[in-house]
């Protein structure tokens, strides 16, 4: 079965940080770029980053430019979301998805994802 699980979320005051993990199973991970999104209350889900599998490709929506940096580890099946810096508005579930078309693009968009997993709360405290 494919899985995709995100870990790491938590409580954390403003200016703080959290690392996310998302840990991925059940097919070719080398072979699929990972993007992470985030819904918060009342709105649309939005894609936050991206990450392509053995070419460097990386995405970043305007807003976590400077303050997200993402990164991944194919050896363990791993994507990590390194936030620093967080505001209030960065409060969301966040959630990780892999998509063979977005590596063919290059992560240039955010759409198309194959495989979704649960999210995981981030909630930053003013």
């Known amino acids: 079965d494919v899985q995709l699980q995100a870990s790491g979320g938590g409580l954390v005051q403003a200016g703080g940080s959290l690392r996310l993990s998302c840990a991925a199973s059940g097919f070719t991970f080398d072979d699929y770029a990972i993007a992470w999104f985030r819904q918060a209350p009342g709105k649309e889900r939005e894609g936050v980053s991206c990450?392509?599998?053995?070419?460097?490709?990386?995405a970043y929506t305007d807003s976590v430019k400077g303050r997200f940096t993402i990164s991944r580890d194919n050896a363990k099946n791993t994507v990590y979301l390194q936030m620093t810096s967080l505001k209030p508005e960065d409060t969301a579930v966040y959630y990780c998805a892999a998509s063979l078309l977005v590596q063919r693009q290059g992560c240039l968009s955010f759409y198309g994802m194959d495989y979704w997993g649960k999210g995981t709360l981030v909630t930053v405290s003013s």
């Open positions: 990450i392509g599998s053995s070419d460097g490709n990386t």
